[in-house]
């Protein structure tokens, strides 16, 4: 499957914007071999942002809801959407109680691109700077669904901007007490994905409090069965 999107996206590279003569004129093989690569490499780092490793998720019997946390404590669900068109990226979260009460959403706009790892490892940043902001900062379970980004937590490195990114969580998680981050499948995390997807469409971060945003209720309640 990776091969066949890495030749789609060589395709749009090559093809997406219109000129009086063929790029194919003036790429040798070996540059062509140097897209093919970065295109393969992205979506590899797509599908490993989004769905880890996928035999041991699955035999991890992880639930395919959401579920609530325990008695006294918030859970806030987080997620990222990238726009490769756009060169944007919408940050989505979610704080439910642990009857499952809707208690706020957050959308944040990004104006820059990142890759897929970093992008989930910046929303989880925003998360823990918006609980900060509303001083929130005691029983408190966070939940991804990038696999990466939560076993990356516990680890310590310096090498790359996703692990900058960490290092900036993990300073950020030492104001928190009773704080703990948990890997979630896709299809429980989905309102705040469709609250990372809404938010490539603002210009400014949005908060609502109380009162979920329309576009998320059925979501809402279908978790909350």
């Known amino acids: 499957m990776a091969i066949w999107i890495a030749l789609l996206a060589l395709v749009w590279l090559l093809t997406a914007r219109p000129t009086p003569w063929s790029l194919l004129d003036f790429i040798d093989d070996a540059q062509v071999q140097v ?21 041991l998720i699955n035999k991890a019997g992880l639930p395919t809801q959401w579920s609530r ?3 006294g404590w918030l859970k806030l669900n987080t997620d990222a959407a990238l726009d490769s068109n756009n060169l944007k990226m919408g940050f989505g979260f979610v704080l439910r109680d642990s009857s499952g009460e809707f208690k706020a959403a957050v959308q944040v706009p990004y104006n820059s691109l990142c890759r897929p790892d970093e992008a989930e490892a910046m929303a989880v940043r925003e998360a823990l700077k918006w609980l900060k902001s509303q001083n929130i900062l005691n029983f408190i379970q966070l ?3 990038c696999i990466k980004v939560i076993n990356s937590v516990p680890t310590s490195s310096t090498i790359t901007y996703f692990d900058l990114i960490m290092q900036d969580i993990r300073d950020i998680a030492r104001d928190f007490c009773n704080l703990s981050f948990l890997f979630v499948k896709r299809s429980a995390n989905m309102v705040a994905h469709l609250l990372a997807r809404e938010a490539l469409f603002k210009t400014d971060r949005v ?3 109380s009162v979920p945003f329309p576009f998320v209720v059925d979501a809402l309640e279908f978790d909350s069965r």
């Open 143 to 145: 939940e991804c669904d």
């Open 207 to 209: 908060d609502c409090f």
């Open 35 to 55: 897209i093919f690569n970065e295109a393969q490499s992205y979506f590899t780092e797509w599908y490993q942002a989004n769905y880890g490793d996928e035999q």
């Open 69 to 71: 946390p325990p008695s």
